[in-house]
């Protein structure tokens, strides 16, 4: 793999609405605390942020303490972007910061597990045609991978082999090839863009994109964008890609935000423009260790969702590809949180909690036993959320069941 180190994120530096514009000189990156401090996103256009990103560890030494200093080796395998925006949320001292543990690498990323592989999902296998990337795993659904680059760079990213590879950039012939690939194929429905980060895209290939999905598969029923960039520079969404969006009739933008420290009032001032362009919002997460691997923070995070419109919708097991053992969260435990969810907090915000298969079985619930029945006696049993049970005799089939004959 090869990965860039420095460079711009969607080629020339573009205006607030993302329309390409050449300027002479690219914005600098904010060395010291005060300056980053002083920063305000909102009076800058977004992809201006993207070129101030820090895309070294060694570059945060101004601003955070007990930044950890990483190997150089780490960079062949996973690059490192971390927005002015995502940096500002940081602690400045404590390592265990949760939006530090995101995005800051550690050395431990260099020991792979025996059982860590570069695709665990093998979605390079589910691809529906070579050469289009459209990974068809599911009977009408499939994830249209149309970007490899992100806002910021995740440390636990299940696509660390192709995202921030400059070897694995989707070309626009790619792109072509997957909208034919999903023209030709009547029987999808459901239609998830996906990346790295789709909305790291300018306004201009976005429209474009969309334009012929909507104008050649009209069998197409549910366009979503998945993307994490609303959560990394929130002034990502504008009032012209609320418009795009709802010109294109994208029903729904899946967003990844994993712990309430990244629900800002920036963040939800700027969904509220989504909500009102009347883009449903839902919340995929990943349960990670020392970010949200607990039942305090999920409820508060859960909470906090639907207070601002957004619907908790999975909670994802850590995939297990390469270095990324240290943030996963052993099955007993992501069942007991679960339970600690539903009946503590509102029915609508508690979400399916799921481990996607390796090998690419696709997602599977995590669901703690509340109803069961005893294999010898055949008794219905239900245990609610304190732990108290009762016996279902309405749901048990008795064995001397008569049943009347009609006349
Ligand atoms: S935003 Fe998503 S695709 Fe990008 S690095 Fe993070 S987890 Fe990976």
Redesign the pocket.
């Known amino acids: 793999m090869s990965c860039q180190n420095a460079m711009p994120p969607d080629g020339p530096i573009a205006n607030q609405s993302g329309a390409s514009q050449t300027v002479a000189v690219r914005p600098r990156m904010l060395r010291t605390r005060e300056e980053l401090m002083a920063y305000d996103p909102e009076r800058e256009p977004w992809a201006q942020q993207l070129s101030r990103r820090y895309t070294h560890h060694s570059q945060l030494a101004g601003i955070l303490e007990h930044v950890e200093d990483v190997p150089e080796g780490l960079y062949s395998m996973f690059n490192f972007r971390v927005t002015p925006y995502m940096a500002q949320l940081m602690d400045p001292i404590d390592p265990s910061c949760p939006i530090r543990r995101q995005y800051l690498p550690t050395g431990n990323e260099l020991v792979i597990r025996s059982y860590e592989v570069r695709d665990s999902l093998a979605e390079d296998n589910s691809i529906g045609e070579p050469g289009s990337p459209v990974v068809h795993r599911y009977p009408q659904r499939v994830l249209f991978l149309v970007q490899n680059t992100?806002g910021a760079?995740?440390r636990?990213?299940?696509?660390?082999r192709m995202?921030s590879d400059a070897d694995a950039a989707i070309t626009g012939h790619a792109i072509d090839a997957g909208i034919r690939y999903i023209a030709s194929h009547r029987e999808i429905e459901d239609v998830l863009l996906s990346?790295?980060?789709p909305l790291i895209l300018s306004d201009k290939k976005l429209d474009a994109i969309l334009a012929r999905l909507r104008a050649e598969a009209p069998h197409v029923r549910l366009l979503r964008i998945g993307s994490?960039l609303p959560v990394q520079l929130p002034t990502r969404i504008t009032e012209e890609l609320c418009e795009l969006l709802s010109r294109h009739d994208v029903q729904m933008l899946n967003l990844?935000i994993n712990h309430p420290k990244e629900i800002t009032p920036l963040l939800v001032r700027r969904l509220a423009m989504l909500r009102r362009a009347g883009v449903m919002l839902g919340n995929q997460s990943v349960l990670l260790r020392g970010v949200n691997d607990s039942v305090a923070i999920q409820r508060e995070l859960c909470m906090r969702l639907v207070e601002i419109g957004v619907r908790p919708y999975y909670v994802y097991s850590n995939d297990s590809a390469q270095g990324n053992w240290q943030f996963t969260v052993p099955l007993a435990e992501m069942t007991e949180i679960a339970r600690g969810l539903r009946g503590w907090i509102s029915g609508p915000a508690v979400p399916t909690f799921v481990v996607d298969g390796t090998g690419g079985l696709g997602k599977m619930p995590v669901l703690p036993a509340y109803v069961m029945q005893d294999g010898e006696t055949g008794e219905v049993w239900a245990t609610n959320y304190e732990g108290q049970r009762s016996r279902q005799r309405n749901l048990e089939q008795p064995a001397n069941l008569q049943l009347c004959e009609r006349s």
Not at 156 to 160: A, D, P, S
């Open positions: 992100c760079y995740c636990y990213c299940t696509r660390k995202v990346g790295g980060d994490r990844h």
